[in-house]
Each structure stands twice: as structure tokens, then as C-alpha cells.
């Protein structure tokens, strides 16, 4: 679960840092106080994307820090060992975004791309927005969600790539058909293309060497006269060459070495340059003998090195990429005057891996509709407990033409809901009331939920459009919900943050020059003020207050009551 997070620079968020408790945490404020910041930063710092804008004004970058404890999380822990990230029975994850709009992501202490963080997050904490309902017409949305619920998500994954292998092998098929319909052209050209590479027989790195040699014959005269003036500054040229006045020194420094032995190690090193001296003129009087003057050689090394060039240029590759080239070339020839065998071998695979696909999928549709079942059961009931009672959720799966596979699947998913008793079900993207498709959301979300292994929740105003009765029975959801796993509210509902076992107030401060972001955790005298403000507003009466602690004692008495049942 989530143990703590720390934000920095964020926003109005000047710096904050807060733990946090199992069970079903709300948070609350004034509107535009800033209650969502929260769930944005725990988006942030589990790689979700974010620039420059994000920054508070005037500070060099943001920074999130949030803990997890893993200790009931095997899948965790054994995702992190394999990236070799573990860290006992803790998770640290940061996120730095700078001014200048760089990010840097950090899991226990090891900087990892953007997309690791994104992947331990979905494994972390799952967070629905207040403006989910939107997307559930979408029907990736829908058939995500049932996969999810039903524990069909591997199986879906095995599936899709199932279907890509299916269509790269169809893929190498189809070009290999195509190659074969001008197969006598394409045997002509490649006989060609490599009989001109053996006739060229370019050796592994001639090309370097032909270009080294041009480069010596072309100043070979540059070379000897070098050569010759440097030996004669070194050796020939009486009484000032180099050897000559070395060995004067060394003999004067070897008298005196005689008189104070201190002067050993440079008497040491004259003879040692002595040595070098010696040494570097004979291997430039090789140098200079070896020297050739040939411009026969020199027009050939130049042929070749033309030669060369034009078949790279030819076929649009460097000279060095010559060999593998060839060696291109001639199994493109090969699989050609085998075409019938890679063929029939190509064919076989893309039948398997059809078969692979169509097997796979057949069990992810059969997964599919006994999870719709058990879906739709669970969301209707849900309703009938958030104030829609006769409604009826039911979740389709229609099977698609065999002929028009997808990668998802065999199966389109449709999400269909009636409001109300008699009334046929329609699909979600033509119920009229925003209240009732905000409450089925909220229903969908818990039941989705309840098959989920992710730890730790986030529901974000996710109660808007609800009131009264129907808010209560909200909070006792996403409460019966927290007592399972962590859960996290942005509420203004004060029936809901009644019901929460931890409470936190988002507040806005200002000095007037700028403007921040505070959090508190609430004791219950606190509490009851912050309940008494979201159903009193302003003005906060006794009359209030009393409610208040009333809603709070009875929201105490309900959760042990339910736990005792």
C-alpha cells in the first residue's frame, strides 16, 4: 500500500508531506482549494507525462517521492527483482520534472525511463477520474474493464500477440508470393548484383588499407623529404645534431655525477634519450628506404578504391557494408531457388499461428462471457445500492465476423444499461441523465475493483452528479471497498467523508504576494468542523455542528457493525 508521499514545487504546492493509513482515506476542501493536486502528483510520480507548466513559479523543478510498503505483494516484489530494483519489502519512486520541461524518473534510487515507472504504477495504484464516466462508451474502455474484472488480462495479452505473430508471418508470406511472380527477373538481377561482388572480391578491410596507402603514395614525396631532414637533425648533420650534443651532455653530467651522486638519475636519462635518439633514426632510415615512388601503383590503389565506391554508391550502402551486402544478396538468391520449400515451410507457420490465435482467442471469448455474467450481476445490484433500484446493467459479448479478426479479440464488447424498471436496456452512450450514468460508473468502478490484485485505489470526485441518500450509499460502497485494500476519495460530499477512516483537509493559503497549498490531517473535533463546513457552508451553526458529530458517530457505528457481521 501507499505509506507516504512527498511534493515539492508542484503547482501551488510549495512542499508537502504526508503518510497515510490502510482503510478508506477521504480528502476534502473548498472548491479550487486544490483537492485533485494530489491524485495529479500520484499520477505524476508513476509515470504519467507532464512538462514545464507543472513547475511552481519561480522554482527549478518538481519533485514527487512516493513510498509503498510490498510486503503482501508478490507480483511487485518479483517485478522489481527482475529489473533488479528490489529493495526488501519497500518501494521508493521518484519523479523530478525540470523547469526547462526534462523529466527523470528514479525507482529505489535507480534512475529507469519514464515507461518502468508507468508499468510498476499500474501495478501499484489505480486511479479513476471524476470524469470517467465520460470514456465508458468507448468500447476499449468496456472491454478493458471486463477483462480486468474477469482476471482475463494475461489471456488478453497472449492473445494479442498471438495475433501479431499471426500477421508478420502472413506478412513474409505475401512478400514472398509477390517475390515470386517476377521470379525470373529477380534470379537474373541477384546473379548479376552478386557476380559483380565476387568479381569486386573486397577482402575485410582492404577498403582502409587502400585509402591509408593512397594517402602515403600520394605524398610520398612530402614523406621522404620529412624523413630525411628529421635523421639529419638527429643524427648526420656534424657537430649539432641531436645525438651528438645528447652525448656531449651525457658525458659533461657523467664527470660531475662523480662529485655528487644526486646527479645519477639525470645522468640515467641522458643515456636513456641517448638510446631513443639512435633508436628513432634508424627506424626512420627504414621508413625512408621503404618509401616507394611508384605511379603505376598509385593509379591501381586509385582504380580499386573507384571500383569500390561505385559499387557502394550503386547499391547505396557504405563501403565497409560491401560484405554483408554479399552476403544479403546471396541468401535473397537462396530463398528464391527455394522459393517452393520456404513457401510451403511459410505456410505451415502461418496456419499454426492462425490456429495459435483463433485458440487463444476462443478461450478469451468463453473467459469473456462467463466473467459478463458474473460483471453484469455484480453492476446491477451495485445500482440498486446507489439509488437506481430496478435498473439492470448488462454487459454483451457479441462475437465478430470470423473473417475481420482483431488483436483484442473474436468478441465486440457493449456495455448496455436501463435506469429503470421496464425499460429496455440501451447502450451507455445514449443514456440521457449525467447523475445516473455518474452513479453506474461509480458501480462499475467498485465491482471492477473487487477483481482487481492492485493495492491501493483512487477515486477522484467520482461522487459528483449524487446527494442525499444516494451519497451515503456511495461512501458505503467505496467504504466496504477500503476495508479489503487502501482507498483514496476527493469528495465534497459530507455523507461520504463521514464514512472515510482517515480524513484529510485541503486548504489554500495566501499572504497575499503568493498562493499555496496546505494538507492536514483531521482529529474528530476536526473532523466535525470540516463536515459542519461541506453541509453548512459559511456560516457554521451549533445546529451544524451536532449534525455533523451525529453523521461522524454514525458512520462509526455502521463500519463496526459491518465488521462484526
Excluded at 571500383?307 to 544479403?328: G, S, W, Y
Amino acid at each position: 500500500m501507499l505509506t507516504s508521499i512527498q511534493v515539492r514545487n508542484f503547482a501551488i504546492i510549495d512542499q508537502v508531506e504526508i503518510e497515510f493509513a490502510p482503510g478508506m482515506t477521504v480528502l476534502t476542501g473548498e472548491t479550487g482549494a486544490g483537492k485533485s493536486i494530489l491524485v495529479d502528483a500520484l499520477g505524476l510520480v508513476l509515470g504519467e507525462r507532464g512538462g514545464s507548466g507543472l513547475v511552481r513559479s519561480g522554482a527549478k523543478r518538481a519533485e514527487f517521492v512516493a513510498e509503498f510498503d510490498l510486503q503482501n505483494l508478490p507480483q511487485v516484489r518479483n517485478w522489481l527483482e527482475e529489473q533488479m530494483l528490489d529493495q526488501d519489502d519497500e518501494c521508493h519512486v521518484r519523479r523530478v520534472i525540470g523547469a526547462d520541461g526534462r523529466s527523470r524518473s528514479f525507482i529505489n534510487g535507480n534512475n529507469v525511463p519514464l515507461q518502468s515507472s508507468k508499468t510498476l504504477g499500474e501495478m501499484l495504484l489505480d486511479i479513476h477520474g471524476q470524469h470517467f464516466h465520460q470514456s465508458l462508451a468507448r468500447r476499449d474502455i468496456q472491454r478493458n474493464l471486463l477483462d480486468y474484472f474477469g482476471g482475463l488480462v494475461d489471456l488478453a495479452v497472449v492473445t494479442g500477440n498471438a495475433f501479431h505473430t499471426w500477421k508478420e508471418l502472413a506478412g513474409k508470406l505475401a512478400a514472398l508470393e509477390a517475390a515470386n511472380s517476377d521470379r525470373s527477373a529477380r534470379l537474373e538481377l541477384l546473379r548479376f548484383q552478386i557476380g559483380e561482388l565476387e568479381s569486386l572480391d573486397l577482402q575485410p578491410g582492404e577498403f582502409a588499407a587502400l585509402t591509408q596507402e593512397r594517402a602515403k603514395l600520394q605524398n610520398s614525396g612530402r614523406l621522404a623529404e620529412g624523413v630525411s631532414n628529421s635523421i639529419e637533425l638527429l643524427f648526420d648533420a656534424d657537430p649539432t645534431n641531436a645525438q651528438s650534443l645528447v652525448s656531449e651532455a651525457t658525458r659533461t653530467i657523467e664527470f660531475l655525477a662523480t662529485i655528487d651522486s644526486s646527479l645519477e638519475p639525470a645522468l640515467s636519462a641522458l643515456n636513456e634519450a641517448n638510446i631513443q635518439i639512435t633508436e628513432a633514426a634508424d627506424s626512420l632510415r627504414r621508413y625512408g628506404d621503404a618509401i616507394e615512388m611508384d605511379p603505376a601503383r598509385q593509379d591501381w590503389v586509385e582504380e580499386r578504391l573507384d571500383a569500390v565506391k561505385n559499387i557502394a554508391r550503386k547499391h547505396r550502402v557504405e563501403p565497409d557494408e560491401i560484405a554483408e551486402l554479399h552476403l544479403q544478396l546471396s541468401d535473397q538468391l537462396n530463398d528464391l531457388l527455394h522459393a517452393e520449400e520456404r513457401g510451403a515451410e511459410l505456410r505451415q507457420s502461418v496456419s499454426d499461428a492462425d490456429a495459435s490465435y483463433r485458440s487463444s482467442a476462443s478461450r478469451l471469448s468463453a473467459g469473456r462471457k462467463k466473467a459478463a455474467k458474473a460483471f453484469s450481476a455484480a453492476v446491477t445490484e451495485a445500482m440498486a445500492g446507489l439509488g437506481m433500484p430496478g435498473g439492470v446493467f448488462e454487459a454483451q459479448v457479441n462475437p465478430r465476423d470470423t473473417t475481420d479478426p482483431r488483436s483484442s479479440g473474436l468478441d465486440d464488447i457493449d456495455f448496455l444499461i436501463s435506469a429503470n424498471p421496464g425499460q429496455q436496456p440501451m447502450p451507455l452512450s445514449k443514456v440521457a441523465s449525467g447523475g445516473e450514468l455518474s452513479r453506474m460508473s461509480l458501480a462499475i468502478q467498485v465491482i471492477a475493483s473487487d477483481g482487481s490484485a492492485i493495492p491501493t485505489m483512487v477515486f477522484d470526485e467520482v461522487d459528483s452528479g449524487v446527494g442525499g441518500g444516494v451519497a451515503e450509499m456511495v461512501g458505503m460502497r467505496l467504504r466496504d471497498l477500503g476495508r479489503t485494500r487502501q482507498v483514496f476519495c476527493v469528495t465534497h460530499l459530507p455523507q461520504v467523508a463521514s464514512l472515510g477512516d482517515n480524513h484529510f483537509r485541503i486548504m489554500k493559503l495566501s499572504d497575499g504576494k503568493s498562493t499555496r497549498t496546505g494538507i492536514t490531517r483531521l482529529n474528530d473535533n476536526e473532523r466535525i468542523d470540516e463536515i459542519a463546513r461541506m453541509l453548512g457552508g459559511v456560516e457554521i451553526t451549533k445546529r451544524t455542528r451536532d449534525h455533523a458529530a451525529e453523521m461522524l458517530k454514525s458512520g462509526r457505528g455502521k463500519k463496526s457493525n459491518n465488521v462484526s457481521a
